[in-house]
């Protein structure tokens, strides 16, 4: 790995990043499709680069599957 | 404030058609005022105060709050998701499972209260700058450092002349000092939503000024 390569893909934005408010507003929606194991990276691409980008939606969204899974017969 | 004792005014709710059953069981006996309204609060306040436990669990080991504290902050958060659900369940829509949408409430409800505890008890400077730990946030080898030198000084040039006074304290307090997003929120008396989209705005200037002066590649097809 290059000395810059963390840096840049830190720096780096996704114009398509929805931001905090929309993605936790279908966070429910989103992470129900994940754990189907349906597309929802594709189905909601500007989710997803949120949830890529944003530490804190993306805990809330770790935990959100975890709750999920942990149902799980 | 407990299942049992929870006083929330019940939604007019109309159950949508498309509700799986189960969902719909908990829109139904969440609506009508009752026993069975009641038995449904202590059912739902027990499966919150489960999720909650687990994720302070799940996220203990990145705390420092433990024992008691943390039991007595996954209580608090789920007592404040059930009054939040009972006052939003009107707002369901039926696009999850009516659990799903429920447990949302709870886990932003343990970030929420994360967020405030280090607020509360700050392990880290919300005011200081620590630049030196800067090489360290982006994994910068100290053996390595004839190599990030300059790249290093000419991040620190960048925030100190491409970012606005609002977008150089937020970058600096959550990308050079470690403070919590939510934490740092809070401090500014503002939301997640804005501190993220004033990192976002910085995150973007920085890498302009880095790639302008030829210490990042130009690849805006690799994003911007």
Same mark, same amino acid.
């Given at each position: 790995m290059n000395h810059w390569s963390e840096l840049d893909r830190f720096l780096r934005?996704?114009?398509?990043d929805v931001g905090c408010a929309q993605a936790t507003e279908m966070l429910h929606i989103y992470v129900e499709l994940v754990v189907a194991g349906e597309p929802a990276e594709e189905r909601y691409p500007d989710i997803a680069a949120?949830?890529?980008?944003?530490?804190p939606c993306g805990e809330d969204f770790e935990g959100l599957l975890a709750a999920l899974r942990s149902e799980a017969p | 404030m407990t299942a049992q004792t929870s006083?929330? &005014?019940?939604?007019?709710?109309?159950?949508?058609?498309? @509700?799986?059953?189960?969902?719909?069981?908990?829109?139904?006996?969440?609506?009508?005022p009752g026993a069975a309204r009641e038995a449904a609060l202590a059912r739902l306040h027990e499966l @919150?105060?489960?999720?909650?436990?687990?994720? /302070?669990?799940?996220?203990?080991?990145?705390?420092?709050?433990?024992?008691?504290?943390?039991?007595? @902050?996954?209580?608090?958060?789920?007592?404040?998701a059930l009054l939040a659900i009972t006052g939003k369940v009107g707002q369901?829509?039926?696009?999850?499972?009516?659990?799903?949408?429920?447990y949302k409430f709870v886990i932003f409800e343990v970030s929420g209260k994360i967020g405030r505890h280090f607020w509360r008890h700050p392990?880290?400077?919300?005011?200081?700058?620590?630049?030196?730990?800067?090489p360290a946030r982006f994994g910068f080898d100290p053996a390595r450092e004839a190599e990030w030198r300059d790249l290093a000084?000419?991040?620190?040039?960048? /925030?100190? &002349?491409?970012?606005?006074?609002?977008?150089?304290?937020?970058?600096?307090?959550?990308?050079?000092?470690?403070v919590p997003l939510d934490t740092l929120a809070l401090s500014m008396g503002s939301s997640r939503n804005a501190v993220y989209k004033?990192?976002?705005?910085?995150?973007?200037?920085?890498?302009?000024?880095?790639?302008?002066?030829g210490y990042l590649p130009d690849d805006p097809a690799r994003g911007s």
């Open positions: 934005t996704d114009p398509r949120h949830l890529d980008a944003c530490g | 006083n929330a &005014t019940p939604q007019a709710v109309v159950a949508a058609p498309h @509700l799986d059953a189960e969902s719909a069981r908990w829109i139904q006996e969440l609506a009508e @919150l105060l489960n999720i909650a436990r687990r994720e /302070v669990a799940r996220r203990s080991p990145r705390l420092a709050i433990a024992g008691p504290e943390l039991d007595d @902050l996954a209580y608090q958060a789920a007592a404040d369901f829509r039926g696009e999850s499972r009516f659990t799903t949408w429920a392990v880290v400077s919300l005011g200081a700058e620590e630049w030196e730990r800067l000084a000419a991040v620190r040039r960048a /925030v100190d &002349t491409a970012l606005t006074p609002r977008q150089r304290r937020v970058f600096v307090a959550i990308v050079v000092n470690g004033i990192m976002f705005d910085a995150r973007r200037k920085l890498r302009a000024a880095l790639v302008a002066n």
